[in-house]
């Protein structure tokens, strides 16, 4: 799994919390562990849910969020105005995008 700060580009070193096999690390699955009422198991769980969001590419998040906020009626320039919001926000954040850009990951 790796994280893609900007389009077209991979980042050298996989997530370092993560082991070759797509195992959370202990330490942190640990952690979760001591400040939740989550079991090992489920903490892992958790943790490899919040990864694969976090590392999903941008294109993707952009055309799942867009067809999220239409089912619920939202009209396109909301849409574009929040999606462009929610990207800023991400640990990893992805680059400035214009309404035009969001608009062609999603129609082509």
């Known amino acids: 799994m790796h994280f893609l700060p900007?389009?077209?580009q991979e980042v050298a070193n996989p997530i370092p919390w993560i082991h070759d096999q797509g195992?959370?690390?202990?330490?942190?699955?640990s952690h979760v562990v001591?400040?939740?009422s989550l079991s090992a198991?489920?903490?892992?769980?958790?943790?490899?849910?919040?990864?694969?969001f976090h590392a999903q590419p941008v294109e993707i998040y952009v055309r799942e969020r867009h067809a999220h906020l239409k089912a619920y009626g939202a009209r396109n320039p909301e849409i574009f105005a929040r999606i462009a919001a929610e990207l800023a926000d991400r640990v990893v954040a992805a680059p400035e995008l214009s309404e035009r850009q969001l608009r062609r990951m999603i129609y082509g």
């Open 23 to 29: 195992v959370p690390d202990h330490a942190l699955v």
């Open 34 to 36: 001591a400040t939740t």
């Open 41 to 52: 198991s489920e903490a892992a769980r958790v943790i490899e849910d919040v990864i694969a």
């Open 6 to 8: 900007d389009f077209g």
